[in-house]
Structures are given as C-alpha cells and as structure tokens.
C-alpha cells in the first residue's frame, strides 16, 4: 500500500514540487497551505508522515507539530528557512523526526522520508530472534519487538528516531558511540544529518528521562560521543 504524505507549506510552487517529488517515488500526497488546515486535514485522515513548514499562516509548524503529539506520534518532518532554527525544530517540547534545511534537494527530502517510513514500518513487524527479549540497564526496560521503554516502571513517549538511539545505547550499554555511528545506526548510514541533529535528539531524550525522575541517561564522553549511564 502507498504511503501517505501530508504537506503543509503555504508556498504553492514548494507543495507542488514535493508532490511530485514524492508521487514520483510511489507515495500518495494530500497537501495543505497552513498550519490549522493541516491539523484538521490530519484529524479527519491520518497519514503515515507529515512533512511541516516552519513558517506558517494560521498554526506554525511548531504549533501544529505540539498538538499532533497530544493524540499522535506520527513521524515528522521540518521545513526550515534557517539552519540555526533546529534547536526550535527538534527542540524539547516539540517532538520532531528531522529536518530539511529550504532551498532543498527533492531527491534528499524523499530519502530522508524513506528512511523515517523504513525505521517505522520495521516497528510494526516481528522482531528477529537478535532482536527478542528485554533490554535491561538498571531502571531502564526497553522491549524491541512491542517499540515501547520505560523507566523505573514510568512508560517514555519517545520518537521513533529516539527510540532508534536509545535502542542503540542499550544493545551495548559499556560503549561509547561516536556521532556518526549514531547517525549510521538510526538512520541506516543513508542519509547524511548535521551533529546538531544528533545532539538535539540527545537533549530531547535526556528531558523526557528527567520529566520522570532520571536525571543521567546518556553520559557526554566529551571529544568522544555519548554512552548509556546507569540512571538510578
């Protein structure tokens, strides 16, 4: 079955463009010019990724993202204007998937979709023999085959990009892993994103622990990267 994009840009000619950039790939494409009718476009036919300009009439993108994840976690993916926007983008309170910077390649803006379609399409099938069982490390408890984490028995609502990290961390728990394994292990090695991208995705993992009483999840292993702490 195809895949269903949701767009929302209030520039014609960049929805037209992704359009057909996406329809061309297989994907069946439902557009929209602002912020609040993508949210009810949203509400009234769930779509499998939504793609969000930043900057937008009526809700921003921002916005629209904040009440998606009330009810939803739907991958998303930012549009921005401005690079330094993506602390705002995948910042804290936001929950965003990734990030593509305007002007863009249509041919990257699909293999970053295809890559966030994948890692959540893998989430809904039955896990492989490796993949089986809990993954313990002190209070934390990440089951792969059901996609679901908690801490000290407290559920995490986490992105499947998250997920994908704090999967990584916990399947090798005494590693130190580099950004760009991290950036190979959950986004396949296809696609390549900044270190911001990565730091901003440890922030926004870090916040949701300590939203719930876990302060050190991931350790900073400066010059180095990141490593699962033992958060007690």
Same mark, same amino acid.
């Given at each position: 079955?195809?895949?269903?994009?949701?767009?929302?840009?209030?520039?014609? *000619?960049?929805?037209?463009?992704?359009?057909?950039? &996406?329809?061309?790939?297989?994907?069946q $494409?439902?557009? #929209?010019?602002?912020?609040?009718?993508a949210?009810?476009?949203?509400?009234?036919h769930? /779509?499998?990724?939504?793609?969000?300009?930043? @900057?937008?009439?009526e809700?921003?993108?921002?916005?629209?993202? +904040?009440e998606?994840?009330?009810?939803?976690e739907?991958p998303i993916?930012? &549009? !921005?204007? %401005?690079?330094?926007?993506?602390?705002?983008?995948?910042?804290?309170?936001?929950?965003?998937?990734?990030?593509?910077?305007?002007?863009?390649?249509p041919?990257?803006?699909v293999? %970053?979709?295809n $890559?966030?379609l994948? +890692? #959540?399409?893998?989430q809904?099938?039955?896990?492989?023999?490796?993949?089986?069982?809990?993954? %313990? *490390?002190?209070k934390?408890?990440?089951?792969p085959?059901?996609?679901?984490? !908690?801490?000290?028995?407290k559920?995490?609502?986490?992105?499947?990009?998250?997920f =994908?990290?704090?999967? &990584?961390f /916990?399947r090798?728990? !005494?590693?130190?892993?580099?950004?760009?394994?991290i950036?190979g @292990?959950?986004?396949?090695? @296809?696609?390549?994103v900044?270190? %911001?991208?990565?730091? !901003?995705?440890?922030? *926004?993992?870090?916040?949701k622990? =300590?939203?719930?009483?876990?302060e050190?999840?991931?350790? #900073?292993? *400066?010059?180095?990267?990141?490593?699962?702490?033992?958060?007690?």
């Amino acid at each position: 079955m195809n895949k269903h994009i949701l767009i929302a840009d209030d520039d014609p *000619h960049i929805r037209d463009v992704i359009s057909f950039a &996406l329809e061309k790939a297989g994907m069946q $494409v439902t557009q #929209t010019e602002d912020g609040r009718q993508a949210l009810d476009t949203f509400r009234r036919h769930a /779509a499998d990724l939504m793609v969000l300009d930043i @900057n937008m009439p009526e809700l921003d993108g921002l916005e629209v993202c +904040r009440e998606i994840r009330k009810f939803s976690e739907v991958p998303i993916l930012f &549009l !921005s204007s %401005r690079d330094d926007e993506i602390d705002r983008i995948l910042g804290l309170e936001i929950g965003g998937d990734d990030y593509v910077t305007k002007p863009f390649s249509p041919r990257e803006l699909v293999a %970053r979709i295809n $890559v966030i379609l994948k +890692r #959540t399409q893998q989430q809904g099938k039955p896990a492989t023999e490796a993949e089986q069982g809990t993954l %313990r *490390h002190g209070k934390l408890s990440i089951q792969p085959e059901q996609h679901t984490a !908690s801490w000290d028995s407290k559920p995490l609502n986490l992105t499947a990009t998250e997920f =994908a990290m704090l999967q &990584l961390f /916990a399947r090798q728990p !005494s590693r130190v892993f580099s950004r760009d394994s991290i950036m190979g @292990n959950a986004y396949d090695g @296809n696609v390549y994103v900044s270190d %911001r991208t990565i730091d !901003s995705h440890i922030r *926004h993992i870090r916040q949701k622990f =300590a939203d719930i009483g876990c302060e050190n999840v991931i350790e #900073t292993v *400066h010059g180095v990267g990141y490593k699962l702490a033992t958060c007690q």
